[in-house]
């Protein structure tokens, strides 16, 4: 039988969760590369495989949520190349970097 074990440190930055199979709907504790959208599922060997829930951020990391609590963000563009980040539950257009400034 062979072993699934890989260090990790040889592969940060990288996702680590509860995953599941659209195919055969095993679940596993999946690890992937940051970017990842479809895994390679460890049983019927598919990569019909997505992480169960959002990516959080590590523990200690840098984040950002709008002032309504929210933290999932969009972006948008104008047909003039202007560019904004924008709140997915209120709408409020977002600065992160003035946060950070202030």
């Given at each position: 039988?062979?072993?699934?074990?890989?260090?990790?440190?040889?592969?940060?930055?990288?996702?680590?969760?509860?995953?599941?199979?659209t195919a055969c709907g095993?679940?596993?504790?999946?690890?992937?590369?940051?970017?990842?959208?479809?895994?390679?599922?460890?049983?019927?060997?598919?990569?019909?495989?997505?992480?169960?829930?959002?990516?959080?951020?590590?523990?200690?990391?840098?984040?950002?949520?709008?002032?309504?609590?929210?933290?999932?963000?969009?972006?948008?563009?104008?047909?003039?190349?202007?560019?904004?980040?924008?709140?997915?539950?209120?709408?409020?257009?977002?600065?992160?970097?003035?946060?950070?400034?202030?």
């Amino acid at each position: 039988m062979t072993s699934n074990v890989v260090s990790l440190a040889a592969h940060r930055p990288h996702l680590a969760g509860n995953a599941r199979c659209t195919a055969c709907g095993h679940e596993w504790v999946a690890v992937a590369p940051i970017g990842s959208t479809w895994l390679r599922c460890p049983v019927c060997e598919t990569e019909r495989g997505l992480m169960k829930g959002p990516v959080q951020p590590n523990e200690g990391e840098l984040t950002f949520s709008c002032n309504c609590g929210c933290d999932v963000f969009g972006i948008r563009s104008n047909e003039t190349g202007n560019v904004w980040i924008y709140c997915v539950a209120c709408g409020t257009v977002q600065d992160p970097w003035r946060s950070i400034d202030e």
